[in-house]
């Protein structure tokens, strides 16, 4: 309930959040599908990570066009995930690990089958009749203007029963929602209300920047042939996407939220913003201030691969902005997999630990997608067991999202320990020997040097909040210092699984503890594959 003296901490400035795919994590009742159950059960394990947070994707009542990013009740829980009751009880042992929890929200968008649209497609005068972004045809029954889905296609769907197209960004059975109408915002506030009163920590806000579109229904103008993204496979990119989202307006309605979360005490939000364009200065405008959100992310870091000039230039942009609060990430549900983007040595351990320290170094917050502290590589999915319908509609030239959506593996068996039915995507047998039991027996683990690194980096508040600045150093090292209010730290990472060594610009003496194997001789920092150096001074 809402508190009379609210309180915030900012506890997530610096927080590194695991994210929880749950279809993929843990099945308690043998249907193949993660649910609840199955993560209450596996809480401890994440608790043990050293993590400060957990983000639940949506477990919704859904049709699962989208498996869950399309809700067509946002009040209650699918029952392939389980119950309220379920839900009260992660939330109750998370807390008592020590765990914060934020929850998915797909605001911008629902199904087509939630009743808010099923009213609102009728007709023209029915309650909820503008609800939805709706726009007549063209004189020549065409669409209103060339907005493109990213699924691909027009992001305009007829209905023949109002006459008129509906926008999706997404599938065509995930309706945009439309937040110029007050009563839409209200009602999207009662359900936030609704899981705020249930106990949850923050909000994980599900394509946010995609909620407020023009409209004048403007056609957006083609992309510039030197911006940062080439136009490929989909035809979404050849667009610069000015009018369709991103839109002004969306400020208001972020410091509404505010002022309810406020009212909350120590909430926390966390937008998901793909601008495409200018990702770092639309991350800056939503996360300043104190009055709109509190921290984004972006794909820019997830564009670089093990590219260490990029991987700064991204970082860089971002502190030029001078403003603002980031959230890093390499990987998620619908990326590729960090050891697949940074080409390491298939089964290689290393890879895990070097994502996990790097990312938890930088400035900002860090989201590590599950998985990532197991060094699980792609799955290489056949076209007949996809069912990602973003990889479906653009295989085989990009990789489907199922791709890194496969169980957790928890054990070597061909299962993976995750389901004692049949998983609803095959786990590869790769992922066996990386699977948690397999990492647990040793000491030396990837897995293990994670628990390390986060236990250690803990101690060291100058990598949670201190100031960022970079080092000139050859690739594939990235290296930079982190400046707090009691210490400076000297941060070095070799990007590629070979050794590599980097001679710093001033004296510097060697930190131990965070298991990441990195040397010093004089001033020269001797990197293993896939290794990392910290030290006092610089």
């Not at 991350?283 to 000039?309: E, F, N, P, V, W």
Request: aromatic share 12%; charged share 25%.
């Amino acid at each position: 309930m809402p508190k009379d003296k609210p309180t915030r901490s900012h506890w997530w400035r610096g927080a590194v959040i695991y994210q929880v795919y749950l279809r993929s994590f843990a099945d308690s009742n043998g249907d193949g599908i993660g649910d609840l159950p199955g993560l209450l059960g596996k809480l401890a394990y994440i608790a043990d990570l050293g993590v400060d947070a957990i983000w639940i994707c949506p477990f919704f009542k859904s049709p699962m066009k989208d498996f869950g990013y399309d809700v067509s009740d946002y009040r209650a829980v699918d029952p392939l995930f389980g119950t309220l009751a379920d839900f009260d009880a992660v939330i109750a042992k998370a807390h008592k690990l020590g765990l914060k929890v934020f929850i998915d929200q797909v605001l911008s968008h629902s199904s087509d089958e939630h009743p808010w649209f099923q009213e609102s497609r009728k007709d023209r005068v029915n309650p909820k009749a503008d609800w939805y972004v709706w726009a007549d045809a063209k004189r020549d029954g065409s669409p209103p203007n060339n907005w493109l889905s990213v699924f691909g296609g027009s992001s305009w769907a007829w209905e023949s029963r109002r006459r008129q197209y509906y926008l999706h960004n997404f599938l065509s059975g995930q309706p945009d929602l439309n937040f110029h109408n007050p009563a839409v915002r209200e009602a999207l506030f009662d359900v936030l209300r609704f899981w705020l009163d249930r106990g949850v920590d923050g909000f994980r806000l599900d394509a946010f920047n995609y909620g407020c579109h023009d409209p004048q229904l403007r056609d957006n103008p083609p992309a510039q042939p030197d911006g940062p993204f080439t136009p490929g496979v989909n035809p979404y990119e050849f667009q610069d996407h000015k009018y369709d989202k991103t839109q002004p307006e969306l400020l208001d309605m972020m410091r509404d939220m505010r002022k309810l979360f406020d009212r909350y005490g120590d909430i926390a939000t966390l937008g998901e913003v793909g601008a495409h364009e200018a990702t770092n200065a639309v991350i800056a405008q939503y996360t300043s201030g104190g009055d709109k959100l509190d921290m984004c992310y972006g794909g820019d870091l997830q564009a670089c691969g093990a590219d260490a000039h990029a991987i700064r230039r991204a970082v860089e942009d971002f502190e030029a902005q001078g403003k603002g609060w980031i959230c890093g990430a390499f990987g998620n549900h619908d990326a590729p997999r960090v050891a697949s983007r940074f080409k390491a040595p298939e089964g290689d351990q290393r890879i895990g630990p070097l994502n996990v320290a790097l990312l938890a170094s930088l400035r900002g917050s860090a989201c590590l997608y599950q998985g990532e502290e197991l060094s699980l590589q792609d799955a290489d999915l056949p076209f007949e067991e996809l069912q990602d319908p973003f990889g479906i509609a653009f295989y085989p030239d990009m990789s489907s999202r199922d791709n890194c959506r496969t169980p957790h593996p928890w054990t070597e068996a061909a299962d993976v320990g995750f389901s004692s039915g049949k998983p609803w995507l095959t786990p590869p047998a790769a992922h066996r020997k990386l699977s948690v039991a397999a990492q647990a027996r040793d000491p030396a683990s990837g897995l293990n040097r994670v628990k390390t690194f986060l236990r250690w980096r803990k101690a060291h508040p100058a990598l949670i909040d201190g100031a960022i600045s970079f080092l000139d150093a050859p690739e594939p090292i990235l290296a930079f210092v982190r400046t707090g209010a009691s210490e400076t730290i000297t941060c070095a990472f070799n990007l590629s699984s070979r050794p590599a060594s980097f001679a710093l610009p001033a004296p510097a003496s060697a930190l131990e503890g965070h298991g990441m194997g990195g040397k010093l001789e004089g001033r020269d920092v001797k990197l293993p594959g896939y290794g990392a150096f910290f030290g006092t001074g610089h």
